[in-house]
């Protein structure tokens, strides 16, 4: 029997048992609350789980080992800034957003968020935050279904257009017809997946190597610098990689996690679990590259698909050291990262589609059983526009990832932090804020500073303008500041 037989057999079972998910979830899907954020019913557990593998991608691990192993322990900044970043989304964002989107007309979007909190009559915030997400959503997608694509082509031996069909099929599916439980429920699964293959992975390369202590040894030798922090960085580039942890308060896929949380009292045991998942996940996927460098340095002739491409550690690492049968379930995980986000991806645009666009201005009384149908409709119409950009892999627009994550980052986050945490915060403040944010990313990235990441001084400017626009125009009105007394009220009453 092939090796390749029983990873065959290990995916289709996981790729089975999530669309079977999306079925029971169907079954619990009533109406459009239901679809797009689960009837607010998540629990603590599913909660933390669902937030963390919706924002771990394929990144986690191939990108983030891939970049340990070609350059050492240096390049591991970049966790430490999106730790910090997401613990302090959890600390101060996410019961206060869990409690104001109630108040403020159970909004069930970011847009219709923005919209409500600050009285938007023109509806012009919800129409720019809506293209915002369609826009950098769909590239997001694009890149999600090139790496399962990626996967599929690199374990089975597909061709790339096969590869991506079979890599977004499954995914497609399920968030088609189970929505936001199905999304969430899945991710609970992926996300114990992807820290048992991260957890296990590294200790068993330390194992091949002889231990720990040997491993630092084989490494050390290769290169002093593999264990440098500070290896070709200076401050403003340490900076940079750190100030991708502020990308975090703008992420509308993983906002949305908490806006579905059962009750604002959840959320500190769903961050509690949430930051301890993605502690041992990120620390995992950096010990699978910074270890893999001893591995391959012990064992050349067993080097040749890293040293073609370094994001291939995992794979290669857990083909090498297991069973296929294990090694089946290790690498489901890759696909588990890429199907979570990819998913979540694709509700968040659905839900721009139809909750901010469709009802906000064509179907203002759509039935929710409508809701429900033009929601999957938007899913499918979305997938089918990131496979169109997938489907040429060198497309320019697949490396615009971190672009998109630095445009979410700067356009929302700084909105949505003030407008969780200050009642004198106005419409034109918002508006101001996530234009300027867009902008100077947009900017920055042609004209700027290249060394510092874009989303630093998008976030610093759309802060400031927030700010003195708010400050220099009229006050929100009493009722907007009631509202928001309330909910503070509320979230600081436990």
């Not at 603590?44 to 924002?55: I, N, P, R, W």
């Not at 800034?81 to 959890?90: H, K, Q």
């Not at 502020?246 to 949380?261: K, T, V």
């Not at 591995?295 to 083909?319: D, H, K, S, W």
């Amino acid at each position: 029997m092939s090796t390749s037989t029983p990873m065959l057999v290990t995916f289709i079972i996981y790729i089975l048992g999530m669309v079977l998910i999306g079925f029971i979830a169907y079954r619990s899907t009533k109406n459009f609350d239901d679809y797009i954020l689960g009837g607010r019913s998540l629990g603590s557990f599913v909660t933390a789980l669902s937030a963390g593998a919706s924002d771990m991608s394929g990144w986690l691990l191939m990108g983030l080992p891939g970049a340990i192993f070609l350059s050492g322990i240096s390049e591991s900044w970049i966790a430490i800034g999106l730790t910090i970043g997401a613990w302090l989304n959890w600390k101060i964002v996410a019961g206060r957003l869990r409690v104001q989107t109630e108040h403020h007309d159970n909004a069930l979007t970011l847009p219709d968020f923005f919209t409500s909190r600050f009285e938007d009559k023109s509806k012009l915030l919800r129409v720019i935050s809506a293209v915002v997400i369609l826009i950098f959503f769909t590239i997001y997608c694009a890149s999600g279904v090139v790496a399962g694509a990626r996967l599929f082509e690199s374990t089975f031996g597909m061709d790339y257009q096969t590869a991506i069909w079979a890599g977004a099929a499954a995914t497609i599916l399920y968030t088609l017809v189970g929505g936001f439980l199905a999304v969430s429920w899945t991710d609970t699964v992926q996300a114990t997946l992807m820290i048992f293959a991260l957890i296990l992975t590294p200790v068993i390369v330390i194992i091949a190597v002889g231990g720990f202590d040997d491993s630092l040894t084989v490494i050390r030798e290769k290169s002093i610098e593999n264990l440098d922090m500070l290896k070709g960085l200076n401050f403003v580039a340490v900076i940079s990689l750190l100030g991708w942890g502020l990308g975090y308060f703008g992420q509308p896929h993983i906002l949305a996690r908490f806006m579905a949380a059962d009750s604002h009292r959840s959320i500190r045991t769903a961050r509690r679990i949430g930051m301890a998942w993605m502690i041992f996940c990120l620390a995992g996927a950096v010990a699978v590259g910074f270890f893999g460098i001893a591995y391959f340095q012990n064992n050349p002739a067993q080097a040749a698909g890293v040293t073609q491409n370094g994001e291939r550690i995992f794979i290669e690492l857990t083909r090498i050291l297991f069973n296929p049968w294990i090694a089946g379930i290790l690498l489901s995980a890759i696909l588990a990262a890429v199907m979570s986000t990819l998913s979540c991806q694709l509700l968040v645009c659905s839900s721009a589609l139809t909750e901010d666009l469709y009802k906000g201005f064509l179907r203002k009384n759509a039935s929710q059983q409508e809701l429900v149908w033009v929601g999957r409709a938007m899913v499918l119409l979305i997938a089918l526009i990131a496979i169109a950009l997938a489907s040429n892999p060198d497309n320019r627009v697949l490396g615009l990832v971190s672009y998109a994550w630095a445009g979410f980052g700067a356009a929302f986050g700084p909105v949505v932090l003030f407008g969780v945490c200050w009642k004198r915060m106005t419409r034109n403040g918002a508006l101001a804020g996530m234009v300027i944010g867009a902008a100077t990313v947009l900017l920055w990235k042609q004209y700027g500073y290249a060394e510092l990441y874009e989303i630093i001084p998008g976030f610093i400017f759309a802060s400031i303008a927030i700010v003195v626009f708010s400050l220099t125009g009229k006050a929100p009105s009493a009722a907007a500041q009631q509202r928001f007394a309330a909910a503070e009220a509320e979230y600081q009453a436990d």
